[in-house]
């Protein structure tokens, strides 16, 4: 009885946190401000590849799959402006920082399944949550990266547009 009372625990904080992760404005999620920066030990991502990250993030549950009418999708499509591209940085910072929430809220499972049971419970719980926030920090630098040309990509084609329209005035 104490599983099942953890487990719609864990259930209903999942679901909460991902309200919370849709209705929270997405300005407030910066990929170049701590928590959500590259740090100093994950060596540029090296840590990520030494983890063979690339092999198994497709096989997580994609909530974007899942809902996809909630949820922006994960994929970049061909054709990509930068705003599109922004929104989808915001979206793994928000993914961290939840999946980061429900590791600390699991452990309120330790209050519902008194003993080492609900230790031991709280602690999967957390350990299943972290390969989410794993594949977040592998994933936003190279997009981060993309956004960076994309930006100097727009910005020179904003300034050969002002310079036709500068000369081509006269004519």
Same mark, same amino acid.
């Given at each position: 009885?104490?599983?099942?009372?953890?487990?719609?625990?864990?259930?209903l904080?999942?679901a909460?946190?991902?309200?919370l992760?849709?209705?929270?404005?997405?300005?407030?999620?910066c990929? $170049?401000s701590?928590?959500?920066?590259?740090?100093?030990w $994950?060596?540029? +991502?090296?840590?990520?590849?030494?983890l063979?990250?690339?092999?198994?993030?497709e096989?997580?549950?994609?909530?974007?799959?899942?809902?996809?009418?909630?949820?922006?999708?994960?994929k970049?499509?061909?054709?990509?402006?930068?705003?599109?591209?922004?929104?989808?940085?915001? &979206?793994?910072?928000?993914?961290?920082?939840?999946?980061g929430?429900?590791?600390?809220?699991?452990?309120?499972c330790?209050?519902?399944w008194? +003993?080492?049971?609900?230790?031991?419970?709280s602690?999967?719980?957390m350990?299943?949550?972290?390969?989410?926030?794993?594949?977040?920090?592998y994933?936003?630098p190279k997009?981060?990266?993309i956004?960076?040309?994309?930006r100097?990509? &727009?910005s020179?084609?904003e300034k050969?547009d002002?310079? &036709?329209?500068?000369?081509?005035?006269?004519t």
């Amino acid at each position: 009885m104490d599983l099942l009372k953890c487990l719609l625990y864990f259930a209903l904080t999942g679901a909460a946190g991902f309200l919370l992760g849709r209705l929270l404005p997405k300005r407030f999620f910066c990929a $170049e401000s701590f928590p959500f920066r590259m740090a100093r030990w $994950e060596k540029e +991502g090296a840590v990520y590849n030494r983890l063979a990250v690339r092999r198994w993030k497709e096989k997580l549950p994609d909530m974007s799959a899942i809902l996809p009418k909630l949820m922006p999708s994960k994929k970049l499509p061909r054709e990509m402006t930068a705003p599109q591209l922004e929104r989808m940085v915001q &979206e793994t910072c928000v993914a961290e920082w939840i999946h980061g929430l429900l590791c600390l809220t699991g452990f309120g499972c330790v209050f519902i399944w008194k +003993g080492i049971w609900g230790w031991i419970v709280s602690a999967v719980y957390m350990l299943c949550n972290i390969p989410f926030i794993i594949v977040q920090r592998y994933n936003r630098p190279k997009l981060v990266r993309i956004l960076q040309r994309l930006r100097e990509k &727009e910005s020179i084609h904003e300034k050969c547009d002002c310079f &036709e329209l500068q000369h081509g005035a006269g004519t």
